[in-house]
């Protein structure tokens, strides 16, 4: 009754479910990128492919906004919110896109985590 009683915190809890990874929390490798390494790439002309395990979704909230994947939270700006709906209706992001979308430091920040959580395949 307590998330009943709590609409956003009833949302973060459904969001964190449906975005749960439902294939165990195996990684494919253990690099970890940073955001200067994504910029860089960007520029080299890679393409990024969704993970066939990832999900995605967000909440707006009145002041930020809530990704969620794999049963995580990510906050992140209102500013990023076209990015983010961008992530979460393709399955890959080309490198033209790519190139104008990690010009912004918060798209950057929040692409590099998805990165990073293999959420999106360098390709």
């Given amino acids: 009754h307590q998330l009943l009683d709590q609409p956003s915190k ?24 940073t955001k200067e390494q994504i910029a860089l790439l ?9 993970s066939p395990k990832a999900r995605l979704a ?17 906050k992140s700006r209102l500013a990023t919110q076209n990015f ?10 080309n ?4 190139k104008e979308f990690t010009k912004n430091k918060e798209n950057l920040i929040v692409l590099t985590e998805l990165i ?3 959420c999106f395949n360098i390709i």
Avoid: P
Wanted: aromatic share 10%; proline share 0%; with cysteine.
């Fill in 58 to 74: 967000f909440i707006r909230r009145q002041t930020y906004l809530d990704l969620f994947t794999n049963g995580k939270q990510i």
């Fill in 42 to 50: 960007a520029i080299q002309g890679i393409h990024l492919q969704r």
């Fill in 10 to 33: 009833m949302e973060s809890w459904f969001a964190e479910l449906v975005t749960q990874n439902k294939y165990g929390d195996e990684r494919t490798d253990d690099v970890v990128y």
């Fill in 116 to 118: 990073n959580l293999q």
């Fill in 95 to 98: 490198n033209h896109d790519l």
């Fill in 84 to 93: 983010i709906e961008h992530l979460c209706l393709e399955q890959t992001l």
